[in-house]
């Protein structure tokens, strides 16, 4: 059975706080990650992409992929209220053509 | 704008009267996908599709149905819904299935069946 693994949280952080967030995934054959942000009864907004070991950067995210270790994480610096959502990790395994999708990580940033 | 579309957004219905939910995205997207998400159960595939006339199972397919006669449009259908449906549904679609691509979502379905 193929997972993608999540704390579900509530991981909370003062406002300008770094916010990290941490996926774990089963499948070694997973060959691209992603990183979404859901509103609470809104649907997932696709937030980063990652397909290589090592860091990317988009303004104040940066998504990190250890392939070796079988991690992916997503940081968030300068934390705003507005941040606050639960944040889904999302793996895809070129085999079987789908994503596999964890239960996501309640994030709270408090003013 | 670049957008999948689903409709309605909210709909209470009663137990085994048909009814049909509507995705539509203007993307030109081959991919697209049905799903459910329910409290502590996360997002559950129902149905997929990899293009026009081409179908199939996700994990959870029981008690819906699919077609995707055009690119653009992909319908679910629920031919005699029971309380255990109801959920929050999500349309996405994708450029192509393949490892590249993110999927982007359609606004959901909150459907209640008494």
């Known amino acids: 059975q193929k997972e993608v693994e999540q704390n579900s949280g509530p991981l909370s952080v003062p406002e300008g706080a770094i916010a990290s967030l941490n996926c774990t995934y089963s499948?070694?054959?997973?060959?691209?990650f992603f990183w979404y942000r859901q509103y609470s009864g809104k649907s997932p907004e696709l937030i980063m992409s990652?397909?290589s070991n090592g860091d990317k950067e988009d303004g104040r995210f940066t998504a990190q992929l250890n392939k070796a270790s079988q991690y992916v994480s997503l940081l968030i610096r300068d934390s705003q209220p507005s941040d606050s959502a639960t944040y889904l990790c999302a793996g895809y395994a070129g085999n079987n053509r789908k994503l596999i999708w964890g239960l996501g990580t309640s994030l709270a940033v408090n003013p | 704008e670049a957008q999948v579309t689903q409709n309605p957004r909210y709909l209470i219905t009663v137990t085994g009267k048909k009814l049909t939910v509507t995705c539509s995205q203007n993307m030109n997207h081959e991919y697209m996908s049905w799903y459910r998400q329910d409290p502590g159960l996360g997002l559950r595939q129902i149905y997929y599709?990899?293009?026009?006339?081409?179908?199939d199972k996700g994990d959870v397919p029981e008690g819906y149905k699919v077609s995707r006669k055009e690119k653009r449009n992909f319908p679910l259908i629920l031919e005699s819904p029971s309380p255990n449906q109801t959920s929050l549904y999500f349309c996405a679609s994708s450029a192509r299935a393949i490892t590249s691509y993110g999927y982007t979502f359609g606004s959901g379905t909150r459907l209640t069946v008494v």
């Open positions: 599709s990899m293009n026009v006339e081409v179908t």
């Open positions: 990652i397909y």
């Open positions: 499948d070694r054959g997973s060959q691209s």
